[in-house]
């Protein structure tokens, strides 16, 4: 069964210094993808990570995906107060179309 | 606009009384999927389909049903609703290749359901 962990669950952050979500899940996968989530509201999709050694980048985002290891980490570069907003990893499994969630990082970031 | 549309937003109910929870996407995507969000129990996934007339379970698809005889919707049936089926559903949609590849997810806004 595939199990999805995410760290830290919650993540204070200081304005313009640098952080990373990290994405660790038990099964094989190529598949993983990264959604952020403000309060009250719907998700947004932000990076689709299809192959091992994918990077993609996005204004102070950035996702890469390590499947020999099954990690993938979100870095933000010089966090500013609008990225504040709960961070969610999703992993396919090998039976496409099948997700399975991280709990989710709550990030704060305050001046 | 590019949308994935959930009907209705909010919704209070009571034990037993059959409902349904419409979802509707314009993007002609093939991949539809239904999610539930629960304090504490996070994001979990109750059913998806691939495309018309393929459907398959998520993690959590007890009490629930779904159909897929058009692309474009993809309703979540609830035949007898629990107090437990209390959550916040969400809709979502994405391109699917014949070879499984894929692209954005886009979500609904969201559905908030509560039985009595």
């Known amino acids: 069964e595939l199990k999805v962990e995410q760290n830290p669950l919650f993540l204070s952050m200081q304005e313009g210094k640098n952080y990373t979500i990290y994405c660790n899940y038990s099964?094989?996968?190529?598949?993983l993808y990264w959604y952020r989530q403000d309060p009250g509201k719907s998700l947004e999709s932000l990076f689709v990570?299809?192959?091992?050694?994918a990077v993609k980048q996005e204004g102070r985002l950035m996702a890469s995906l390590d499947t020999k290891a099954r990690l993938s980490t979100l870095h933000i570069t010089a966090a500013v107060h609008d990225l504040s907003a709960t961070y969610f990893c999703a992993v396919e499994d090998d039976s496409w179309g099948k997700l399975q969630f991280g709990a989710g990082t709550q990030v704060v970031v305050t001046p | 606009e590019a949308q994935v549309t959930q009907n209705p937003r909010y919704l209070i109910t009571v034990t037993g009384k059959k409902l349904t929870v419409t979802c509707s996407q314009n993007?002609?995507?093939?991949?539809m999927s239904w999610y539930r969000q629960d304090p504490g129990l996070g994001l979990r996934q109750i059913y998806y389909?691939?495309?018309?007339?393929?459907?398959d379970k998520g993690d959590v698809p007890e009490g629930y049903k779904v159909s897929r005889k058009e692309k474009r919707n993809f309703p979540l049936i609830l035949e007898s609703p629990s107090p437990n089926q209390t959550s916040l559903y969400f809709c979502?949609?994405?391109?699917?290749?014949?070879?499984?590849?894929?692209?954005?997810?886009?979500f609904g806004p969201g559905t908030r359901l509560t039985v009595l």
């Open positions: 099964t094989t996968s190529d598949r």
């Open positions: 993007m002609n995507h093939e991949y």
């Open positions: 979502a949609s994405s391109y699917r290749g014949m070879r499984g590849d894929t692209d954005t997810q886009y």
């Open positions: 389909s691939m495309n018309v007339e393929v459907t």
């Open positions: 990570l299809l192959s091992n050694g």
